[in-house]
């Protein structure tokens, strides 16, 4: 039977940004509410296997309502942009779905579901309308259900004639009164003063309608028949206005909203775009971006390759023809390269290509093969040579002289593509088909090294493909004037990091283990203490028995409702903390639970048994801004806003006895980019003057005498001055500093009305931006904008706000960068033993022994300050200890 899904976007997208925390992809897109439309999507298609489907949008503001009511959705606030700049990205989502969308000038969403629902109904089909606003239940029939979008849109509750009856007593056509006599806030519509949705149901129980209340009104009593005497027009306007026209002018669309599944040529490459990895494993879609295309296009198969496997015996003849070797290709598994195996190596000259096995490398015969992986003077290049440096550590073999990294430079020269596999960029170059390596040794559970025929060519492949790219790229370089960029930072740093995550930092097990217990005392105390505030035991990690201990029983207010019960996730106990101490004791108890999993167990898991250490692995081409990421594990993102989570730090110590760790961070150095940047005097003043640039900047936008800023002044100062770094809107600051949007808005002027050389930088960059296309960094980092000069509003506004902001963070990310290769100069120079272990965002962290701590102490600033010449000084602030809490 023919079924017809009809979903109401504006109404879905609105929830699912609301709902799903904040997500970005690599370009630094907001995509969290497309993300949540999309799972809605994909679980609705899997469960209701639709054979059409149509999502509707409102085409604009004004609409027919607006002809007799122009207050009609006037009390609505503007969009966020970090939600405006989705409808362009769930538009093209939606296009490669093959999922028609509709819209129509003068008439909303709503209508337009209402008539094609109707039409469908008319004709005996099936329809589900997906919607959140209750108001959609007028639509059910016999055919027609709605369901309603709960938990955000994870969850939603169907409706057919018999729910409403149940759940309001009411028929589908009496949803309309309802909202008559009761109004809608969100929609601006008035209703009858004093009339809920208590005593709206039970006037229509008893007399059915909004014309038969307003017209039997002698029957009822006091301040509510004066109420609805006195705004009967306004009972009669509302129902007019909730009620949805179902007769829109629209052309025959049934066949146009056919619907056969999902094509993964077509969808695949947008999922990509989004960084939707968990989806595309959900949908088995492959990850490279030839998705069926070797078979469709004979022309992509792979060219005709000879490989020589080499034996022991080989390897006398291979020895003579080492140093005509160009290309080096190790293909490793797993996806920390501390615990990678080896499976084969690929050794390129201009016409041949040698294959060594895993077990021929780590042989007695292999020395000569060993031996030119060490040699520094044989250059190495290849792709991921980070990775293949670490994966050689760990098997014992030393590797030197990379000359040049293909997967560096294709982030140098696009950082917001996000295909940067070999298959990914010889698709990029056009060059011969590359097949993805989850083709060749499949995935996941299925994985599987193929035999040694399949993998060497497959390897060849890959060393061939590398071989092509190479001269592409370095020309691409030469061209952005990027070389500096890539043979004086990016490849000397991917050395320095390499050096860094194989020495490692000590964790001191047994004080993290004590660590432990303290935080389990601590979590076993508190529990107790929520018991006794609450009056009873009840398990606190379920949301449904602490939202009836917390609503029911303590009788808080309740902020948010879910399909089972009530909310009690962050934002809403955060929100419930003044009225009830067991709110706070709560909020301790998910932060020390987390603290105790995350941090203590976590850790724990990661020390690797024959160095006592931690590794972390550092990836150079993540960030579209330049910074750096830490995984495997995560020492960027340990929590030091609690005394609790600072805590942790104390288990990172020195590995030899006697030693120190010593700490180094820069002060400020994204509003140092940015008063250099835009010339700003009155920012340059600060600094130059080494005031404090939160109070400085609130006595200049209060206008008040630095001394008369207070606490309130000087956070509301620091928010605006970050988020201006972040490209933040009025939507975020709001959020941030808890007040309206219109406060913060008017903030961000006025902070624009006192720092008016950022306003005129803001403004120059963007109409660079649309010149070039692009925007850089002081060191030239680049980063394309192809959306700048997009028709599109929410598009073009999101490609503005990174031009503006990603010359600051760009910049202090390379500044970082070139204090850590100064560094590691000045330590040769020096001949000193201390070590360089960590980077923390604007943070450097050494261990020094005693004797060179006094030096250290002073060469760790001076180096980190003159990593780069700006018009305000550079400020690194250095301190140490016993462990890293105490350098700190």
Excluded: C
């Amino acid at each position: 039977m023919e079924k017809l899904i009809l979903i109401d976007g504006n109404s879905i997208i609105y929830r699912a940004f609301f709902a799903m925390p904040p997500l970005t992809n690599s370009s630094g897109m907001h995509t969290n509410a497309v993300y949540g439309f999309t799972n809605m999507l994909l679980r609705l298609i899997q469960e209701e296997q639709p054979t059409h489907m149509m999502v509707a949008f409102d085409a604009g503001k004004e609409t027919f309502r607006h002809e007799g009511y122009q207050e009609y959705k006037g009390g609505r606030e503007k969009t966020p942009p970090e939600l405006s700049e989705q409808f362009p990205l769930l538009k093209e989502l939606l296009d490669s779905f093959g999922i028609t969308r509709f819209e129509l000038k003068g008439y909303e969403a709503d209508d337009i579901i209402g008539t094609v629902s109707r039409q469908a109904d008319e004709s005996g089909r099936q329809v589900i309308v997906v919607t959140g606003d209750k108001d959609m239940l007028q639509l059910v029939s016999d055919n027609v259900k709605v369901s309603l979008t709960r938990k955000g849109v994870s969850e939603v509750e169907p409706y057919g004639v018999q729910e409403i009856q149940e759940r309001y007593g009411l028929t589908p056509a009496q949803i309309v009164d309802l909202k008559g006599l009761m109004g809608d806030t969100s929609d601006n519509i008035p209703g009858v003063p004093g009339i809920g949705e208590k005593t709206a149901l039970k006037l229509l129980h008893q007399f059915g309608s909004v014309e038969e209340v307003l017209a039997r009104t002698d029957e009822l009593k006091g301040k509510q028949k004066e109420n609805l005497i006195n705004h009967a027009e306004d009972a009669r306007m509302s129902k007019r206005l909730a009620t949805i026209f179902r007769e829109v002018p629209l052309e025959h669309l049934w066949d146009d909203m056919a619907f056969s599944g999902l094509e993964e040529e077509k969808a695949a490459p947008m999922l990509r775009k989004l960084e939707f990895k968990s989806l595309i494993e959900r949908l088995s879609f492959t990850a490279g971006p030839n998705t069926g295309e070797k078979n469709a296009n004979p022309a992509h198969e792979a060219e005709p390759i000879h490989v020589t496997v080499v034996d022991e015996a080989g390897i006398d003849s291979l020895k003579g023809k080492l140093g005509e070797i160009e290309v080096l290709h190790v293909e490793t598994n797993g996806d920390n390269p501390h615990h990678a195996d080896i499976i084969g190596l690929i050794l390129s000259s201009k016409d041949s290509h040698y294959y060594i096995s895993s077990e021929l490398l780590k042989h007695p015969a292999g020395e000569p093969v060993r031996q030119w992986l060490a040699d520094a003077k044989a250059p190495k290049k290849g792709y991921d040579l980070h990775r293949i440096d670490l994966a050689l550590h760990w098997q014992g073999i030393v590797f030197e002289g990379a000359a040049f990294d293909i997967q560096l430079a294709a982030y140098l020269l696009d950082p917001t593509e996000n295909n940067q596999t070999l298959s990914g960029l010889a698709s990029k170059y056009e060059l011969s088909f590359l097949a993805p390596d989850d083709e060749v040794f499949g995935k996941g559970a299925k994985y599987k090294v193929p035999d040694t025929g399949v993998l060497s060519l497959h390897l060849a492949h890959k060393a061939a493909a590398a071989q092509k790219i190479i001269p592409l790229q370095e020309q691409e370089l030469e061209k952005n004037e990027m070389n500096r960029l890539f043979f004086e930072l990016e490849m000397p740093l991917s050395r320095i990091l390499a050096d860094m995550e194989k020495q490692g930092i000590a964790v001191n097990r047994e004080d993290l283990q004590e660590l432990g217990k303290e935080f389990e005392t601590q979590i076993r105390r508190l529990v107790q203490h929520i018991y006794e505030l609450a009056g009873m035991e009840f398990n606190i990690n379920s949301p449904k028995q602490l939202g009836e201990i917390l609503f029911d029983k303590l009788g808080l207010p309740v902020i948010k409702k879910t399909k089972t019960g009530y909310s009690t996730d962050a934002e809403v106990l955060e929100k419930l903390a003044p009225y009830h101490d067991i709110v706070q004791s709560i909020l301790e108890y998910r932060q020390l639970a987390k603290l105790q999993s995350t941090y203590v167990e976590g850790l724990l898991k990661e020390i690797r048994p024959e160095t006592g250490k931690v590794h972390t692995y550092y990836r150079q081409t993540i960030a579209a801004t330049g910074r750096l990421s830490s995984q495997y594990p995560n020492l960027q993102n340990i929590p030091i806003r609690m005394e609790e989570g600072r805590k942790i730090r104390k288990v990172f110590v020195p590995s030899e006895p006697g030693w120190h760790i010593l700490a180094a961070d820069y002060s400020q150095i994204e509003l140092r980019v940015l008063a250099d940047i835009s010339g700003d005097e009155r920012l340059k003043e600060a600094f130059v003057n080494d005031m404090d640039i939160h109070t400085k900047t609130a006595s200049d936008v209060f206008g008040v005498p630095p001394e008369q800023v207070d606490s309130n002044m000087r956070r509301s100062a620091k928010a605006v001055n970050f988020g201006i770094v972040y490209g933040i809107s009025d939507y975020g600051l709001s959020q941030n500093l808890n007040i309206t949007r219109k406060e913060a808005a008017k903030f961000i002027d006025q902070y624009f009305e006192v720092f008016q050389g950022v306003r005129k930088y803001m403004d120059d960059i963007v109409k660079e931006a649309k010149r070039d296309g692009y925007v850089t960094t002081l060191l030239e980092r680049r980063r394309y904008l192809p959306e700048i000069n997009a028709s599109n509003f929410n598009l073009r506004s999101f490609a503005e706000r990174t031009a503006m902001n990603t010359p600051i963070q760009g910049t202090a990310a390379d500044i970082i960068k070139l204090a850590m290769v100064l560094m590691n100069d000045v330590l040769r120079e020096h001949g000193l033993k201390s070590r360089m272990l960590l980077q923390v965002h604007d943070e450097l962290v050494f261990e020094v022994p005693e004797d060179e701590l006094e030096l250290m102490t002073k060469l760790v600033p001076e180096t980190m300050e003159r990593a780069l010449s700006l018009s305000v000084p550079l400020k690194a602030e250095v301190s140490s200890g016993l462990n890293w809490y105490e350098a700190k």
